[in-house]
């Protein structure tokens, strides 16, 4: 039986390199690839002036604590830093997008006063603990109910268009 996520099974084969827009399989098999991700589907896989990029910076510098910081971190920082509204002056640089929505939630709390938290149905946020209550996919399913405040409103389904029951009552269960 493969493995799953989620509601899905894994790929039955092994990737094992990937190039452009393309994966290739264990076997030789050549995908082309819809759904890796971020970075993936907007430069592509193995971009040759990224491979080169990370090489260059990786024999000079591979991974610090994150209590240092080098050039290829500061300068970006000042730069995107210098183009804030006031009164905003700092710039957070987190390593994930779990990370990043941990952090704007945390700050729309504080900003606000406020606890509520309004995500979409069949959204994905992350695994960590605010990006994982605004989830309301696979990834929250079977941890017991969101923390409080999280509220979520469902979206269009286009399979299953309608949230009325037969009797043409109101069922909103129909788009979870």
């Known amino acids: 039986m493969p493995a799953r996520t989620g509601h899905a099974a894994f790929s039955p084969e092994l990737i094992v390199r990937a190039s452009g827009t393309s994966v290739f399989t264990e076997s030789g098999r050549e995908l082309l690839d819809f759904i ?16 080169a990029t990370v090489g260059e910076q990786i024999a000079l510098l591979d991974h610090l604590h994150s209590g240092m910081l080098s050039p290829p971190v500061v300068e970006p920082a000042e ?7 006031e009164p905003l002056e700092k710039v957070l640089l987190p390593t994930t997008g779990a990370e990043s929505n941990e952090a704007a939630v945390r700050r729309a709390k504080l900003v606000t006063g406020r606890h509520e938290i309004v995500s979409f149905g069949r959204s994905w946020h992350g695994m960590t603990q605010a990006a994982a209550n605004a989830t309301c996919s696979a990834g929250r399913k079977g941890y017991g109910p969101a923390a409080p405040g999280n509220l979520a409103l469902p979206v269009p389904d286009r399979f299953i268009p309608a949230i009325t029951d037969a009797s043409g009552e109101l069922d909103w269960r129909r788009q979870w």
């Open 36 to 51: 890796s991700g971020q970075m993936s589907a907007i430069l592509g896989h193995c971009h040759p002036e990224i491979v």
């Open 79 to 85: 730069r995107l830093a210098a183009t804030l509204p």
